[in-house]
């Protein structure tokens, strides 16, 4: 097998989510960590206490790399209102980008870097973690071969307590996970109707929202909390042939697969026209992987293949346009 360059990278922010993304470019073959920057000298201490000389640079200097022929890419993992400028400066460096979901705070911005990335013929990555899930790439490959038969509904909970954002709300935060699954399982679908309720607990954006869509063929519903006393990450799938509840919280057999559905009896006239159809319930084995560090090295292979990213530009645009939509109705919702 060829040897496989690194792709050499910057990350841009080490706060709660950048010690995940650090480690997991540390510990894959296929990234080489160039430096860490960060605005807040407190969190470069932080990096250098885990990896001291094993990175070469701890800087709140991101800048200097942007025409640094040495880096290839960066992890632009900061808060998602100031991402945009910095993720503009970034694409228009010619340097590859994988930024931290939801890509952009409105389709506009979503729009702009999509834009910018084609143009500087750079790839551009966001992290929509779940479709690199093992289990979430099971579920896909179910429906791909028929097995769950047409799609009738997804419901969908990702709730736990806190962090209480400023910059998005908790369907934002959440359910962009939400929404990139069920356009990676389904094949790219898009909702023609999107309604959205919410309420403003603490802080100034929505802790607590149900997304309700209709997309060709089957519902979705999405609870996302950012006040919920216990951590929530469940996926209920409904097909006409079987169903499936992905449990992200359990340590072992997360996935448990429904042979159930209901039939048509064909007694037009009798009792019950159509009746519930029990079958079995399996587990299937399911090798452990980790998302983030697949998201990571898909990254890294797209840009050693020069091809797009499942999570490119145009996944985030679907994705944020939803969600801008989701505004509107969750605006609409509070003028009562
Ligand atoms: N993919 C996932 O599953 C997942 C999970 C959690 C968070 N996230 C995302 O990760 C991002 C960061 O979230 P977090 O919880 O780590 O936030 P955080 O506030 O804990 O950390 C952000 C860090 O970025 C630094 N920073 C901000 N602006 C900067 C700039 N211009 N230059 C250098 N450093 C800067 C801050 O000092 C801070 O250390 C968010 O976009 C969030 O949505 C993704």
Redesign the pocket.
């Given at each position: 097998m060829a040897e496989f360059t690194p792709v050499n990278i910057v990350q841009?922010?080490?706060?709660?989510?950048?010690?995940?993304?650090a480690r997991n470019i540390m510990q894959s073959r296929k990234t080489n960590m160039i430096a860490i920057?960060?605005?807040?000298p407190a969190?470069l201490d932080a990096a250098k206490n885990v990896y001291g000389s094993a990175i070469s640079d701890y800087t709140?200097d991101?800048e200097k790399y942007l025409d640094d022929p040495k880096v290839d890419a960066f992890a632009l993992?900061?808060?998602?209102e100031?991402?945009f400028?910095?993720a503009k400066k970034i694409l228009k460096a010619g340097k590859h980008l994988f930024i931290?979901?939801?890509m952009a705070s409105d389709t506009a911005r979503a729009v702009e870097l999509t834009r910018l990335a084609h143009e500087n013929h750079v790839v551009l990555h966001t992290?929509?973690?779940?479709i690199f899930h093992p289990i979430i790439r099971y579920i896909k490959k179910m429906y791909d071969e028929g097995e769950l038969g047409d799609l009738i509904y997804f419901d969908i909970s990702r709730m736990n307590l806190g962090?209480i954002?400023r910059d998005?709300n908790a369907m934002l935060?959440l359910a962009?996970?939400d929404l990139a699954v069920i356009d990676y399982i389904s094949g790219g679908k898009e909702p023609y109707h999107v309604e959205a309720i919410g309420e403003t607990h603490y802080g100034n954006q929505e802790t607590l929202t149900y997304l309700t869509l209709k997309y060709e063929g089957f519902l979705a519903h999405i609870k996302s909390s950012w006040i919920s006393p216990i951590k929530e990450r469940r996926t209920m799938i409904g097909g006409t042939k079987k169903m499936v509840i992905f449990d992200d919280m359990k340590t072992m057999d997360k996935l448990s697969i429904f042979d159930q559905g209901i039939i048509e009896t064909g007694e037009e006239y009798g009792p019950y026209e159509f009746k519930a159809r029990s079958g079995d319930i399996t587990i299937p084995y399911i090798a452990q992987e980790d998302a983030?560090r697949n998201?990571i090295e898909h990254f890294a292979d797209c840009i050693r293949e020069g091809r797009e990213s499942l999570a490119n530009g145009e996944q985030g645009i679907k994705v944020i346009r939803i969600l801008d939509r989701a505004k509107e109705a969750l605006i609409a919702s509070n003028q009562n």
């Open positions: 841009i922010g080490y706060g709660y989510w950048g010690t995940n993304v920057s960060d605005a807040v969190r709140a991101y993992v900061i808060q998602t100031p991402s400028e910095v931290e979901k939801p992290d929509h973690i779940m962090p954002r998005v935060d962009v996970h983030l998201s």
